[in-house]
């Protein structure tokens, strides 16, 4: 267990509203990241941080923003939510391990835009 | 050609099979490899990490063929608790940074 948590698991908005979603973590790890889930579609990276106030962008950044402004919440907002972003929503961290990289997610959140 | 390929399946196989599944990759720097598990409405869990020698865990097998740009996961004697989808991940450090790139999955479903 990697003490990943999300907020909220579920939601329901519609088009047009601004969103933002929570990941918080509780062991200190310096990397966390976003990914959106669909079907027909492997997991996409949205947006990722490698500390503190750095932040870069995943293959599907547009749409999306992020803030990580204490090691331990990694915020991503949708400015004005549109059909499209309707995904399933994961939050991973990742620690190093021989060189690697292992990946841990949080138990993602649903979002639904009407 | 996609960076990571899968076959999505299903793979519906009885109790007690062996089943295995292949991944591909086309980025010949890739520098390290994973399977994860993923049941349904579910977060990805991980599975095991593919290291160049192959490695084992119980009932499960991951190999790495650098040469041919594949990752396989066998599973021995099949239980009806190992069906869900299996996703493949591939890891690529670029720029001081990991890129990380993740298959679409392949689902298993174990019959009784």
């Known amino acids: 267990d990697a003490g990943i948590t999300q907020s909220p698991r579920h939601k329901v908005t519609e088009t047009g509203t601004p969103v933002t979603l929570r990941c918080h973590q509780t062991?200190?790890?310096?990397?966390m990241y976003w990914y959106r889930q669909d079907p027909g579609h492997g997991l996409r990276l949205i947006h990722y941080?490698?500390?503190?106030?750095?932040?870069d962008k995943g293959e599907v950044s547009d749409g999306y923003s992020v803030s990580r402004s204490k090691t331990e919440d990694f915020l991503l907002t949708l400015e004005s939510a549109t059909s499209s972003q309707t995904s399933v929503y994961f939050c991973a961290i990742s620690e190093p391990a021989g060189g690697s990289y292992e990946q841990y997610f949080g138990p993602g959140t649903r979002l639904t835009v009407t | 050609r996609k960076e990571v390929e899968q076959d999505p399946g299903p793979f519906n196989v009885p109790e007690g099979a062996t089943v295995a599944f292949n991944c591909t990759y086309s980025n010949s720097a890739s520098q390290s490899f994973f399977w994860y598990r993923q049941d349904c409405r579910k977060e990805p869990k991980l599975l095991m990490s593919v290291y160049s020698s192959g490695n084992e865990d119980g009932r499960f097998t991951a190999q790495l063929n650098r040469a041919s740009q594949y990752i396989s996961l066998l599973i021995r004697d099949s239980k009806l608790s190992d069906s869900a989808t299996y996703l493949c991940v591939v890891n690529l450090l670029s720029g001081g940074y990991q890129k990380v790139t993740f298959g679409i999955g392949t689902k298993l479903q174990v019959i009784p």
């Open positions: 941080s490698y500390g503190v106030k750095d932040t």
């Open positions: 062991e200190n790890h310096r990397y």
